[in-house]
């Protein structure tokens, strides 16, 4: 794609999204009424499922194992620094996994001559951030809870949110093509993904690795994205917004990696499926 026709691309982008809006809007209220549809308790799954999860953490590493976080010795400390890390990866590692198979499990519609298919990111996407946002929500619940971070500091947590939905997105979207011609790197994802989270501080500090290993890390992505969460919700501290410049310029080259890969391979895509 040239540069030079780069924003009237982007204009005529949101345009067509701003036309399937309704689309959109329907296809997200959907997934969550078929999801939850015939259980017992209905949309409580999305509230209950993350409340267990950061109740068994808060626990477990704050009143039976009295986990701390080192140089910070408020109570719970340790627990909401492990949660805000693994909000911030299980919103990563969902949208990733969601991405890959997105040509392939809407294949059907992908087909249609009518269907706009930039509509499926924008709904895979919106889907994940709903998932997260209610999860972040409960989290603030239980930092308010230890006397934490002000509601109004926490308001850091929506750049954060767009930043990680933004990346994920445009780099599974890439995964996504890619998977309709090599079927492997749905298995691979999976490996990947486990040795991703280890390499990504959410269970420990940085500070604990040697020097070298720390240099290393840096190249991880989802590092300044994931310590930003923990450094807000743990701290209360406001997140160093240059840092983030490093995962944005990641997010925007998967993005334009993906939209190119789009423009040129969606007949062979379709011709695929």
């Not at 999305?46 to 080192?70: C, D, E, G, N, R």
């Not at 599974?172 to 749905?186: E, K, P, S, T, Y």
């Not at 720390?214 to 994205?225: A, G, R, Y």
């Not at 925007?252 to 040129?264: D, E, Q, T, Y």
Request: hydrophobic fraction near 55%.
């Amino acid at each position: 794609m040239n540069p030079i026709h780069l924003p009237i691309a982007v204009r005529q982008f949101v345009q067509s999204l701003w036309g399937f809006r309704h689309f959109i809007y329907g296809s997200v209220r959907r997934e969550f009424q078929t999801r939850y549809a015939n259980s017992l308790f209905g949309f409580a799954w999305p509230f209950l499922q993350p409340a267990v999860m950061i109740l068994i953490y808060t626990i477990v590493f704050s009143q039976l194992m009295q986990a701390k976080i080192p140089g910070v010795q408020s109570e719970g400390s340790y627990s909401i620094f492990l949660c805000a890390g693994l909000i911030a990866w299980n919103m990563n590692a969902e949208l990733l996994s969601r991405f890959t198979g997105l040509f392939i499990e809407n294949a059907n519609l992908i087909k249609k001559v009518s269907f706009p298919w930039f509509c499926l990111p924008v709904i895979t996407m919106a889907s994940g951030a709903i998932n997260h946002l209610i999860m972040a929500t409960l989290l603030l619940v239980i930092v308010a809870g230890f006397g934490g971070v002000s509601w109004l500091a926490c308001l850091h947590l929506l750049p954060l949110m767009a930043l990680l939905a933004l990346f994920a997105s445009g780099l599974g979207l890439v995964l996504a093509i890619v998977n309709v011609f090599f079927r492997d790197v749905g298995q691979l994802l999976g490996l990947g993904l486990q040795l991703w989270f280890w390499l990504t501080p959410v269970v420990y500090p940085v500070s604990i690795l040697p020097g070298y290993a720390q240099q290393l890390i840096q190249l991880n992505p989802m590092l300044p994205i994931v310590q930003a969460y923990q450094s807000l919700l743990t701290l209360g501290a406001q997140p160093e917004y240059a840092t983030l410049s490093y995962p944005l310029a990641m997010a925007a080259l998967f993005w334009l990696v993906a939209l190119r890969m789009v423009n040129k391979r969606l007949p062979d895509v379709i011709d695929e499926l």
